[in-house]
């Protein structure tokens, strides 16, 4: 099993820099595929940005292509999401999420894919 904790999330102005952690529990933490989706009130979760273990390929949302950058360090067994040039749309409750099936390609988007979800860190930007 696999425990994910996020940190980093909060307040920040339209234009602004975040950068969210998600700390894993586990030895195995390098063989998941992980994810960060999100989800703002009266909305459906949604993806993100994903990364592979298998390959190392990454995805994201056409929404934050070239702002937002996932990445892993498994040394640390911690997976990081900078976010960049926010928007007022960005504001949600952002979740960290682990696959233990997924591979690579476009199933990393796909959230009834993941395994294991952690308890999600509030992203607020204000305009």
């Known amino acids: 099993q696999v425990q994910l904790v996020e940190s980093g999330g909060g307040l920040v102005q339209a234009g602004g820099s975040l950068r969210l952690s998600c700390a894993a529990s586990?030895?195995?933490?390098?063989?998941?595929?992980m994810g960060w989706f999100r989800q703002a009130p009266g909305k459906e979760r949604e993806f993100v940005a994903a990364?592979?273990?298998?390959?190392?390929?990454?995805y994201y949302a056409d929404s934050v292509k070239g702002r937002f950058t996932i990445s892993r360090d498994d040394a640390k067994n911690t997976l990081y999401l900078q976010m960049n040039s926010l928007r007022p749309e960005d504001t949600a409750i952002y979740y960290c999420?682990?696959?233990?099936?997924?591979?690579?390609?476009?199933?990393?988007?796909?959230?009834?894919?993941?395994?294991?979800w952690g308890q999600g860190t509030q992203v607020t930007v204000s305009s």
């Open positions: 990364i592979s273990w298998s390959d190392g390929s990454i």
């Open positions: 999420a682990a696959s233990s099936t997924v591979l690579a390609g476009r199933p990393l988007g796909w959230k009834q894919k993941y395994d294991y």
């Open positions: 586990g030895r195995t933490f390098s063989t998941y595929a």
